[in-house]
T-cell receptor, first 113, second 112 residues
């Protein structure tokens, strides 16, 4: 059964550094998302992406964040200058249509020191 | 602003019990509702998706119901097993947006 993959599984970085989190969605999916979960807190929406454009973004998704789908397969989340409070588990998700189930990847644990 | 609440926050039951997890939401203008399972340190596994026009969905020992007008959903787990131990999350998809809004989850422990 096809699945969403994410790399790396764990990323440790220094405050102020740039990180890129990578996701390979299921091949026939058209809608893509990033969510994050700070330890002990709810899963929070960051951004949705369709047809190479951002459909919606949350207040968290400020100018330090960007997404792209450079080659039609990978879907990336970049944080330009990481802060301590960016430490969280980041999940990528995708769906084939807006009425479908969203399928989530296993997550990347980002630790900012 | 949509708020999703799950009660109880934690539940411990002996193996074999039938149990009900609750999810409530404040804005009934939802498109659908999903139940997920999350194991510690892992990703989210989708269990059931209920469209706003549906009343319930079943998959194996799981049955989810939706009462959109009252802002409630329940996840019924029959004959619970230790392997069911995990955190169960509900999430709603709003009519006017492109995102899931999650509850804080119910942490379930099924004791052998």
């Amino acid at each position: 059964e096809p699945e969403v993959t994410q790399t790396p599984s764990h990323q440790v970085t220094q405050m102020g550094q740039e990180v890129i989190l990578r996701c390979v969605p299921i091949s026939n999916h058209l809608y893509f998302y990033w969510y994050r979960q700070i330890l002990g807190q709810k899963v929070e929406f960051l951004v949705s992406f369709y047809n190479n454009e951002i459909s919606e973004k949350s207040e968290i998704f400020d100018d330090q964040f960007s997404v792209e789908r450079p080659d039609g397969s990978n879907f990336t989340l970049k944080i330009r200058s990481t802060k301590l409070e960016d430490s969280a588990m980041y999940f990528c998700a995708g769906q084939g249509s807006l009425t479908d189930t969203q399928y989530f990847g296993p997550g990347t644990r980002l630790t900012v020191l | 602003k949509q708020e999703v609440t799950q009660i109880p926050a934690a539940l411990s039951v002996p193996e074999g019990e039938n149990l009900v997890l609750n999810c409530s939401f404040t804005d009934s203008a939802i498109y659908n509702l999903q139940w997920f399972r999350q194991d510690p340190g892992k990703g989210l596994t989708s269990l059931l998706l209920i469209q706003s026009s549906q009343r319930e969905q079943t998959s194996g020992r799981l049955n989810a119901s939706l009462d959109k007008s009252s802002g409630r959903s329940t996840l019924y787990i029959a004959a619970s097993q230790p392997g069911d131990s995990a955190t169960y999350l509900c999430a709603v998809w709003m009519d006017s947006s492109y995102k899931l809004i999650f509850g804080s989850g119910t942490r379930l422990l099924v004791r052998p």
